[in-house]
Nanobody, 117 residues
């Protein structure tokens, strides 16, 4: 079982930055077993992958955020973060932390990010 809690969302102007954090609490397996990711869902849209990172630090990004967002993790602290720079209005969405291991899949409650002037 994994519990995920996101934090760091808020209102920011276009071009600004935010850093999202996700704290994980695991019981069945070590945090390092999980592939961690950030997803987002904008109003009226499907949930989409933003970024993923393996235990070893290999990462991948959606084309829409590549070069602007950076995902990182700290296996000692059971946390994963998403540094978001050069934010655009189209980045507005609820952002969700995700943990995957084999057929196990867990989600946080989400945190709102609003990019508006």
């Amino acid at each position: 079982q994994v519990q995920l809690v996101e934090s760091g969302g808020g209102l920011v102007q276009p071009g600004g930055s935010l850093r999202l954090s996700c704290a994980a609490s695991t019981s069945s397996f070590k945090f390092s077993n999980y592939i961690m990711g950030w997803y987002r869902q904008a109003p009226g849209k499907q949930r989409e992958l933003v970024a993923q990172i393996t235990s070893g630090g290999n990462s991948n990004y959606a084309r829409s955020v590549a070069g602007r967002f950076t995902i990182s993790r700290d296996n000692a602290k059971n946390t994963v973060s998403l540094q978001m720079n050069s934010l655009k209005p189209e980045d507005t969405a609820v952002y969700y932390c995700n943990a995957k291991f084999v057929q196990l899949d867990y989600w946080g409650q989400g945190t709102q990010v609003t990019v508006s002037s």
